[in-house]
């Protein structure tokens, strides 16, 4: 007998994640990976950090910086975030701000927050594996999220009635999702906005991706639609989750969480129970930097990534056989593929790591229910134009392989 014999059951819904095994394959020898979605290390501001690490580490500030904080965090950094907010329709103060360990932990905490066992989750078909995996912990059901108005609430009130719960909020990437890279319309918000008053749940809005636009014109976020419905963020019943990690620098793992204050407070209680608060240093470097370069340096990581965006589109047209099909992202990092129904992504994988050093992510992982077996996601973030015209030439060739 052992411990795994006396494990909660919520265990048995928390899974590996494809995505970080894959990351693994990154040391070995000759691979050409496609797979993760991380910033390109060389566009990170490290001189920046650097300057703004010795700086929060010296004199006076070093005390402050090694210190206990307060679970809310770094006053600076959420008054920087409130500017933020402001600038893209979100007005609110900084008792509306509450800082997390990337997104990822705010993730999680608003699975805690909302979800009792049986409660159903509406979430995109396919949807970030990430959130699955917070969300898995607390073991609800997951049903399709639609925004084309295309279901009524009454059908997802009475299915998640017969899973033996109730909706509780419906999670969505708006801009640049992944693993699509697709971005819902003005009308597509609106309608989810609908369908959840007439719910009553929350909607959480991860917007992990939305500084990196590279063309086409900006959709309001979420919350900012709401509050003109509404008057004011503490009316709202979005919730909107920010992250300097696909901007600034995923290691140090500061995020952000801007929701009505109610909602805020709950989550400092969880802060405060999970891990007190954030590394005040990591903080206080992140706002040294965010106020000397964010804007420009943002303009730098979007002229690369558009390139590399515009590289990939022209490479899948050039080396794609025919019954493949890809997104065609506006920003983010991400494009999805679906390939022949008769192809399965996983089995692909296997034969283009061994046949052609190719990686890349089998798209099934992102399905709640396991389908999507014939659709993969690459990443063009970290591949400069050569590379990713090998691979595209590559990725084509075991396509071809596996259709003969």
Known sequence: MGLDTIFATRIARMKASEIRELLKL??????????????DPALFPSDAFAAAFADVLSGNKAGQALQYSVSEGYMPLRQWIVGQMAAIGVPCTVDNILITSGSQQALDYLGKLFLSPGDTALVG?????????????????????????????????????????????????????????????????ENLLDMAAALDIAVIEDAAYQALRYDGAPVPPVLALEIE??????????????????????????????????????????????DLHSATANQMAVAEVAVQCFDTHIERVRATYKARRDAMLTALTREMPEGVTWSRPEGGMFIWLTLPAALDGATLLARALEVHNLAFV???????????????????????????????????????????
Do not use: H
Request: charged fraction near 15%; glycine fraction near 12%.
């Open 26 to 39: 990154l040391d070995r020898p000759g691979i050409l990976s496609f797979a993760g979605g991380i910033p």
């Open 229 to 274: 419905r509404c008057g004011g963020i503490e009316a709202a019943r979005t919730i909107y989750c920010g992250s300097f990690s696909k901007t600034l620098s995923p290691g140090l793992r500061v995020g952000w969480v801007c929701a009505a204050k109610p909602v805020i407070s709950q989550l400092v209680l969880m802060k405060q129970a999970a």
């Open 362 to 404: 089998p798209g099934r992982a992102f399905f709640p229910d396991g389908s999507g077996g014939n659709t993969i996601r690459l990443s063009f973030s970290c591949a400069d134009a050569a590379m990713i015209d090998d691979g595209m030439a590559r990725l084509g060739a075991v396509i071809r392989e596996a259709l003969a």
């Open 125 to 189: 078909w396919p949807t970030y594996m990430g959130a699955l995996g917070a969300f898995n912990a607390y073991e609800p059901v997951y049903d399709q999220l639609s925004v084309n108005g295309n279901r009524s609430p009454a059908s997802y009130a009475e299915a998640a009635e017969a899973a033996g719960g109730r909706a509780k909020f419906a999670y969505l990437s708006a801009d640049f999702a992944n693993p699509t890279g697709e971005t819902v319309s003005r009308a597509g918000r």
